[in-house]
């Protein structure tokens, strides 16, 4: 039981680390821009890439400080959002899905080359960036802190500190931009750009402020994921984070405020679980060593997962704080 | 039915029926029932425009003018390019070539936006209703020049909020108008057919408009609501609006127009008060075809009859082949 428990205590500490940071900011970026303007944007993870690429490159590479490095990075992803934006937002929703998704992949392998060595470092990455932020902690980031019953690193503590206040405030720049008429325009663009055209709104603007705003929060995802593993590496940013964002999204309800960030704490948690929590059941004996071993838990884990997101989607496809009536409407 | 050629010339003021009721048709009086001819006092001028999708000339229209203050009908076979012509009048398609204007101003080269902006919206054939926003969300959506729908001053609700409350006085006001403000928290995607009809002219008039264009607004229309459609069309120019809608309907396009332009192969084929046009032969031709009145001479009879005679003969030949390779069909 005492094994089961302490499984319990690392899955909440995933569900609230800097991982889950991560992934609630790359969502509430997907929800910025597919939640409420309706765009699919399928390379979410380009954009944390870019931030985080901008501080390491800027700092480790070029000896900047590390907030110019930060400016960089979010300049960058502004870079990319209005590159993006440009060509495919006049078109339909589908061509910003492939834009997208392409050039998620093609930023990975062109930063990973052998050409973009001498900037990127190829596939090793770079590392010791983020010593000019560890150093602001308020506390002891080289002492380990017990909370709730697992130890947390005084750094990975102040990252997540730092995270946690990000997403708060990102949520609150969402919640008060989706009250106002300007939210009003992005959601009818969601439902017909031609209507909204037809009333005299530049859908191309609204669609474009959207992109850049959900790309600036991917960023800022991508930054606390280089700050909190300490480096950055191409391969961290595989497009499977885009998508397991979607998840996190549908999975907290999308087009609420707050519906990515308890998406991301909660599905975290569910990962790591699934995890430790089968770990704990085999080393304990309740499930027979001959059924599953431990090896097996890495992939089973996503299994479960898997099955629990289509149950999720025939019982509550609204997600946690959708509206049903709401999602059901063109369902008939 | 051997119609008559209408003469040349011919005005509203030699005929009978219900001419010179309104003001539109009193001014119309004296303009001779031609195609392109002038009209006193013109909202919309129509010049040489053009539209081909690949070698199919949709719209190609000379000379069009349309009068302010007045309905206009605009009818038409099937493919007669009536929808294109709204399109292209409103910006949602370019031409490839022409001129047109709104209060001399002209028009050619403005996106769909810069068009409403100016004061000429459009309802669609298939109505637009944002389904996922409330039925009063969908009104102030219409509204023109709102602070609160740009970036920057949304996140500043004191800037926006007199404005709203002013814009919300007058939704809710329109929509009791429309008998919609029992509905108004109610997402417009639940609405009937009709009510979305309703709802979708209620916010063309949030913008305070001085052209309407109704893409078929009585389509798919209960014959009761049809009723008060037309009482709210009516209602639009006792209130100083050009209104031009599209329509099949012969009924309505006789009780409510005050001039009537007939559209057949993406040309303007005839114009006139609404009792001149059923007398028209080039209208009633493009609907029924040519000769279609005409007697036949003995020899074509029996032209006609051998032909049909043959086609029969052909017709049994093949069937028998079908027959055959269905039941081998069936017997693999």
Known sequence: MGEFIDALAIAVKAGIGFQAVFLALLALGINMQFGYAGLLNFGQIAFALVGAYGIAVSVSQWGLNFWAGVAIGLAAAVALALLLGLPTLRLRADYLAIATIATAEGLRLLFRSVSATPVTNGSRGISGFNSGFVELAPWDTGRRYDILGVRWSGADLWVAAVGWTLVALGCLLVWALVRSPWGRVVKSIREDEDAVRALGKNVYVYKMQALVLGGVFGALGGMIYAVGTGSATPDQYQNANTFLAYAALILGGAARVLGPVVGAMLLYFIIQFADSGLRSLIETGVIPEGLLTTTDVAQIRFVLIGLGLILLLVFRPQGIFGDRREVMLDAR | ?332
């Not at chain 2, 076979?77 to 398609?93: E, H, M, Q």
């Not at chain 2, 970036?151 to 006001?173: C, D, H, Y």
């Not at chain 2, 009709?194 to 014959?223: C, F, H, I, T, Y």
């Not at chain 2, 005679?309 to 069937?319: G, M, N």
């Open chain 2, 1 to 332: 039915m051997p119609a008559d050629p209408t003469p040349t010339g011919a005005t509203a003021s030699g005929a009978t029926g219900p001419a010179g009721r309104t003001p539109a048709r009193v001014a119309l009086r004296d303009v001779p029932w031609e195609v392109g001819v002038a009209k006193p006092d013109p909202a919309i001028v129509v010049d040489g425009v053009t539209r081909t999708f690949g070698g199919l000339t949709a719209v190609s229209v000379d000379h069009l003018e349309i009068q302010r203050g007045g309905i206009t009908g605009l009818i038409g076979p099937n493919g007669a390019g009536k929808t294109t012509l709204f399109n292209l009048l409103t910006g949602f398609d370019q031409p490839d070539g022409g001129s047109w204007s709104f209060d001399g101003r002209p028009l050619g080269k403005l996106a769909p936006h810069q068009v409403a902006r100016l004061g000429v919206v459009r309802t669609f054939q298939l109505t637009k209703a944002l389904s996922r926003l409330t039925v009063l969300q969908n009104m102030l959506l219409g509204a023109q020049g709102q602070k609160g729908e740009s970036f920057l001053s949304a996140l500043v609700p004191g800037i926006w909020r007199g404005q709203e409350k002013a814009n919300t006085e007058k939704a809710m006001e329109l929509l009791r108008r429309f008998k919609l403000d029992a509905k108004k928290d109610e997402f417009a995607g639940t609405l009937s057919g009709g009510q979305r009809k309703l709802l979708e002219m209620a916010r063309a008039l949030m913008s305070d408009p001085k052209v309407v264009m109704l893409d078929e607004p009585m389509a798919g229309v209960n014959p009761a609501l049809t009723q008060s459609l037309l009482g709210h069309v009516k209602d639009l120019r006792e209130e100083g609006m050009t209104v031009i809608f599209v329509e099949h309907d012969m009924d309505v396009v006789r009780d409510i127009s005050d001039w009537v332009v007939v559209m057949a192969a993406g040309k303007v084929i005839a114009e006139g008060p609404p009792e001149s046009i059923s007398q028209n032969q080039a209208v009633v031709d493009a609907y029924l075809g040519a000769h279609h009145d005409a007697p036949l001479t003995v020899e074509e009879e029996d032209r006609v009859l051998a032909e049909a005679e043959s086609e029969i003969a052909r017709e049994e030949q093949r069937d028998t082949g079908r027959s055959d390779d269905s039941s081998e069909g069936t017997l693999r």
